[in-house]
């Protein structure tokens, strides 16, 4: 299949890329980075944008980097880039167990970071770990630049905080060194996309959990914090038990008028999985903080 006819543009700064938004501010606009969502969407005619403006090239956008205690990850950063850097690990541990799970290594090597979670599917993997590293995504547009929560910046399906005129130059996540991050998911067999993703980032003082974020993809519309799990885990011994308690919980924030429902899954099932992977990323957290114990 071949898209429609679109005029290309490559800009190679941000404010020239801000400059071209607003230049065709009345004609459909799209931004291409990695280009695994946007491409495969115009072959299939999904997407027909009027006018394609690649920002892949715009050297501000790429690279990681440590700032004051937080991590800095430039939005055309791919997967791959993000991976490579022992600090990113340290740093963001759950987001980087979501990177790990993204694809294949063709995608990695040219998907993007910044592509993921502007594009804001709820079925790709970063947008739950991102809530649960308490992100902040730093937007630029002809008004100069802004910073939204990531609890702040999915609004639904596709929809973010992110203005039609603005571009999201780069993810800042604040260290996690001290915690314990994991990422699990039920991938589709048809695309490897997440049916239900969840990620958690725990901190333990000796084997009691101190500190609890939890999050899902895939079950609604929109990537959600599961607080109601974080609340039954906060203050208790990661064991069995506690994982059961605090995985049976899972459900309890979902709205369940807001489920995902598709050929992949009914919703239903997807609480059923909901449930399923939460036990399975707690348990993932307990395998790799007795890890080095085992080691030793």
Not at 77 to 89: F, G, I, N, R
Not at 241 to 262: K, N
């Amino acid at each position: 299949m071949f898209p429609d006819e679109f005029d290309y543009h490559e800009a190679t700064t941000v404010a020239e890329a801000i400059e071209l938004l607003e230049a065709n501010a009345t004609a459909e606009t799209e931004l291409l980075a990695g280009g695994h969502s946007l491409l495969p969407a115009m072959k299939t005619g999904l997407s027909s944008p009027d006018v394609l403006i690649d920002i892949g090239s715009i050297d501000d956008l790429h690279g990681v980097a440590v700032e004051d205690d937080t991590l800095a990850i430039g939005a055309a950063t791919s997967y791959s880039d993000l991976l490579a850097v022992d600090a990113a690990h340290e740093h963001a541990p759950a987001l980087t167990a979501a990177t790990e799970r993204v694809g294949d290594r063709q995608v990695r090597n040219r998907g993007t970071v910044g592509g993921n979670l502007a594009h804001a599917d709820p079925a790709s993997d970063l947008p739950a770990a991102a809530l649960v590293s308490e992100a902040t995504l730093v937007v630029q547009g002809p008004d100069g630049e802004r910073t939204v929560p990531a609890e702040e910046f999915f609004f639904g399906m596709y929809a973010t905080d992110v203005g039609p005129s603005e571009i999201l130059t780069r993810v800042e996540v604040p260290s996690a060194a001290d915690a314990v991050g994991a990422y699990v998911k039920k991938p589709s067999p048809s695309s490897g996309y997440a049916m239900v993703g969840v990620a958690a980032l725990l901190e333990l003082d000796g084997d009691t959990v101190t500190s609890a974020r939890v999050g899902a993809n895939g079950v609604v519309d929109h990537g959600v914090r599961l607080e109601a799990v974080e609340e039954a885990l906060l203050g208790e011994r990661l064991d069995d038990a506690t994982i059961e308690v605090a995985a049976g919980r899972a459900p309890d924030d979902v709205d369940t008028t807001m489920l995902m429902d598709d050929i992949q899954a009914s919703g239903q099932f997807r609480l059923t999985l909901l449930a399923e992977y939460t036990e399975r990323a707690l348990r993932t957290v307990t395998d790799r903080v007795s890890a080095p114990a085992a080691a030793d």
